[in-house]
């Protein structure tokens, strides 16, 4: 399944989010900006699909970036300027150029797989144990309870390691995006309009909600208040405070 997920990734994520393919000719802007961009960063130029939705946002997904595809939603061209949009594309295509795409899809795997592994281990466990029951062996029940602990703090382990991953190639999206615009200011203030907006967006759920620029259940808005350190361990993308703070540290 995750190999198919990863072969197959742009369309899944494309048909999930009720998004729509657009050409040069239905919006030339949008077109220009990706096209540019991606001439600046040595890619090929991706497709561009449309999610109708009035919340800001946008993703990249494909398997490569010749299978490359940048989606935005009618809210983000609505609400933000050129240098703002220039910045979230940047962002997008900076994914696209980390293999950002690839990495996720291997530490999904990897997460898969220990979750696998440790459930089978758990199965093995659980029927060896009722056996040492049956012959009144306590080093066999203590064994059966530590692989219980085991195989269920791993799947959470491996859950935090693909979440951890996820939060830290956002900030590296925004620094590499940045090397494109030269204007950290323009996906500073984009990150700050999206983060006022309060609409959540429709078509997201929790197996897409780390493709997206912003969390789209708002989950990385704390409005300025600290985000005690457990809270961040399980969200998909860095507060936007932190990122907007990242941003003003970088000199180009």
Known sequence: MNIASYWYSDKIVLAMSKAKPVDEKENPELYRVVENLAITAGLPTPRIYI???????????????????????RGL?????????????????????????????????????????????????????????DNDN??????MAIAMVGAILAPI????????????????ADASGVLLTRYPEGLANALRKIAADPRPLAGATNATAH???ENPFKADV???????????????????EDRIKALQGINV
Do not use: Q, Y
């Open 51 to 73: 999610i109708d939705d009035g919340s800001p946002n946008a993703f990249a997904t494909g398997r490569d970036p010749k299978h490359a595809v940048v989606c935005v939603t």
């Open 211 to 213: 493709l997206f620029f």
């Open 222 to 240: 704390t409005g300025g208040r600290p985000t005690p350190w457990v809270v961040k361990l399980f969200m998909t993308h860095p507060p936007i």
């Open 77 to 133: 061209l609505e609400r933000l300027e050129r240098t703002e949009l220039e910045g979230v594309i940047a962002h997008e295509l900076s994914h696209i150029g980390n293999r950002d795409m690839l990495i996720s899809t291997v530490v999904v795997v990897l997460a898969g797989v220990i979750a696998i592994v440790s459930d089978i281990f758990l199965r093995m466990t659980w029927f060896g144990g009722l056996r040492s029951r």
């Open 138 to 143: 306590r080093a066999g029940a203590a064994i």
């Open 157 to 172: 382990a491996a859950t935090l390691i693909r979440l951890a991953v996820s939060r830290r190639r956002e900030f590296l």
